[in-house]
């Protein structure tokens, strides 16, 4: 587990103090793949950061599996650090070695003997699928291959806990995606808890089963991605989830109907998205449906969605309709907004 309290980092740039983190007190529980997620600028990394000791908090603590982080020397600190490892934007993989050099990098670090290195070394590649690349170099490398020789090098000291900064943000779409299974993988198969930091809601739909959303250093919302994705309170969040889910319709939509009244915004979030009731309004025959619009998408195990409709006929009817809607459970809202 990793318990951040009463985090505050200030950095010194210029001769100004630039406030990074202020006042962060957050739980990351073992086995969680957690996601945080913030504009440029909000803290992320020097929050994850902090978990390995590449920063060291202004004030607070950060506290990994009971041991106070802060205050590790000499052996106890080694240890620790074996027991996280990080991956990058960026890659960070020497050029000048072989992609299993990069990976037995940690290995010759701690001393350990030629023989274990190679067989360690060699069923990591097998383990990310680098088994035919072991001896190229990164700049003969796609994208992709560089962030699995990454995630290679930050497993092969046998982690408990997996940092990744920005991981996927260099990776094209399809990229990203097999990046985010084999991280996925991770967690499920080695029981590794992952912090993982992004700028992309997409990315935290895809794997995480909690986030943090931080602006200027602080915690805005934190909780688990289904109730982030449900119910987004702060406009920062609301603004992340809309990336993933888009709750507006479009305008060409709109644009296209001769008449823009009697619109309602339906949300549908687990069992109400599953049951066909849009199917069932439509036998009734109380009003005439009209589907403009709409978007659904599994988040954490769970639907999630919201469909635009055009209800016709009279006002009391169309009020009989919503009734019915609502007692199925789905969240209803007149207008476009
Ligand atoms: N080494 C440093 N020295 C001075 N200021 C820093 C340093 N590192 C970060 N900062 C400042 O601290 C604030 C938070 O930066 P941080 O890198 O943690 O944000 P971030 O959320 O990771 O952003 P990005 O998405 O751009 O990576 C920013 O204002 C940044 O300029
Ligand atoms: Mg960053």
Redesign the pocket.
């Known amino acids: 587990m990793i318990i951040f309290e009463n985090i505050n ?1 200030t ?3 210029n001769k100004q103090q ?4 202020n006042d962060i007190n957050l739980k990351i529980e073992t086995g969680d793949i957690y996601g ?1 997620i ?12 902090l978990v390995n000791q590449l ?1 060291k908090p202004t004030s607070g603590t950060v506290m990994v599996d009971g041991v106070n982080v802060n205050n590790l020397t000499g052996t106890a600190q080694r240890q620790h650090k074996k027991n996280i490892g990080m991956i990058f ?1 960026h890659f960070n993989l020497l050029e000048s070695k072989t992609v299993a050099q990069n990976i037995a990098i940690p290995l010759v670090l701690q001393g350990i003997s030629r023989p274990e290195i190679d067989q360690r070394v060699d069923a990591m590649l097998a383990y990310v699928d680098l088994t035919a690349k072991k001896d190229s170099y990164p700049s003969q490398l796609s994208g992709g291959q560089k962030q699995r020789v990454g995630i290679a090098r930050a497993l092969i000291t046998e982690p408990t806990i997996l940092l990744c ?2 991981a996927t943000s260099a990776l094209d779409p399809q990229t990203t995606l097999s990046i985010l299974k084999l991280l996925k993988q991770i967690n499920d198969e080695r029981k590794i808890t992952i912090l993982l ?1 992004t ?1 992309e809601m997409e990315v935290i739909a895809s794997i995480c089963n909690k986030v943090a959303v ?1 602006e200027k ?1 602080q915690i805005i919302e934190q909780g688990s991605v289904l109730d982030i994705f449900s119910t987004p309170k702060q406009e920062t969040t609301k603004k992340f989830v809309s990336t993933v889910l888009s709750p507006q319709i479009p305008e060409a939509i709109l644009a296209s109907l001769p008449q823009q009244n009697n619109i309602f915004r339906l949300e549908f979030v687990g069992d109400s998205a599953k049951k066909p009731v849009v199917n069932e309004l439509i036998l009734k025959q109380l009003v005439e449906i009209n589907i403009l619009f709409g978007n659904m998408r599994e988040i954490s195990g769970v639907v999630l969605g919201s469909m635009f409709i055009q209800m016709n006929g009279t006002e009391d009817k169309i009020e009989t309709a919503v009734t019915f809607l609502k007692d199925k459970g789905v969240h209803i809202e007149r207008g476009v907004a």
Do not use: C, P, T
């Open positions: 980092k950095y010194i740039k630039v406030n990074a983190l945080l913030g504009w440029s600028g909000a803290g992320k990394s020097s929050l994850i950061r920063e934007q900064d920005e930091v700028h931080m250093g």
